[in-house]
């Protein structure tokens, strides 16, 4: 089985909204990764947690703050969001180490108004 | 100079062609290669995975790699109106940049019945 799950499909949110995506994966990843992806440009990463602690953070802002509750599930913690950063929030999982062989889920469509 | 170079189409072909499409890499490094496919708001699927140079094949598609060149291309033979979707190779360099995958910009391919 080579999912992963996201929710909710959508989310539509005012910028002094506080709301939450959440991905799930039961492949024994121990390596989750959130991405952001606008029209037309390919994903870009935002965070890495490698067995359950963050080991990479693309110097994004705080008002994204992921969290790792155990092997099998992603959180992001969305608050005070700014229009542009509506976009594709993709969540991705691996094996750690060396092959990098990703998978994505569905994404969640958020749209800041 | 961007570390990795897609065409970027968009490209529009008849039911039944053979489609090529094309990555350049400047970095040597980069080990790994993949395929994802993404079709219009969905998240990316991993299509192909190739570590070495050479030919990988998997039903209507072959991935190939060739580093003396930097350059990989993926085929899609007897091309269908569901391979109609953005083609997307990504790379990674394990030994320094750990879980980054490095993405071209995608190719947008039309399949016409």
């Known amino acids: 089985d080579t999912e992963v799950t996201q929710t909710p499909k959508h989310l539509v949110m005012g910028m002094t909204n506080k709301k939450s995506l959440k991905c799930e994966q039961h492949?024994?990843?121990?390596?989750m990764y959130w991405y952001k992806q606008k029209a037309k440009k390919p994903p870009e990463l935002m965070f890495v947690?490698?067995?359950?602690?963050?080991?990479i953070n693309e110097s994004v802002p705080s008002r994204f703050s992921p969290e790792c509750p155990n092997s099998s599930l992603l959180n992001l913690h969305l608050h005070a969001l700014q229009p542009e950063d509506s976009a594709l929030y993709l969540c991705?999982?691996?094996?750690?180490?060396?092959?990098?062989?990703?998978?994505f889920g569905p994404g969640t469509r958020l749209t800041v108004t | 100079q961007k570390e990795v170079e897609q065409d970027p189409g968009p490209l529009s072909v008849p039911e039944g062609a053979i489609v090529s499409l094309n990555c350049t890499y400047s970095?040597?490094?980069?080990?790994?290669f993949m395929w994802y496919r993404q079709y219009s708001r969905k998240g990316p699927e991993l299509l192909m995975y190739?570590?070495?140079?050479g030919n990988k094949e998997d039903g209507r598609f072959t991935a190939q790699v060739d580093k003396s060149s930097k350059y990989i291309s993926l085929f899609i033979r007897d091309s269908q109106p569901s391979d109609s979707a953005t083609y997307l190779c990504?790379?990674?360099?394990?030994?320094?940049?750990?879980?980054?995958?490095?993405f071209g910009e995608g190719t947008q391919l039309t399949v016409n019945p």
């Open positions: 991705a999982s691996s094996h750690p180490g060396q092959s990098n062989e990703q998978y």
């Open positions: 947690y490698s067995y359950e602690k963050l080991s």
């Open positions: 190739t570590y070495s140079s």
């Open positions: 970095n040597s490094a980069f080990q790994y």
């Open positions: 990504a790379m990674s360099d394990p030994e320094t940049s750990g879980s980054r995958l490095t």
């Open positions: 492949m024994g990843h121990r390596a």
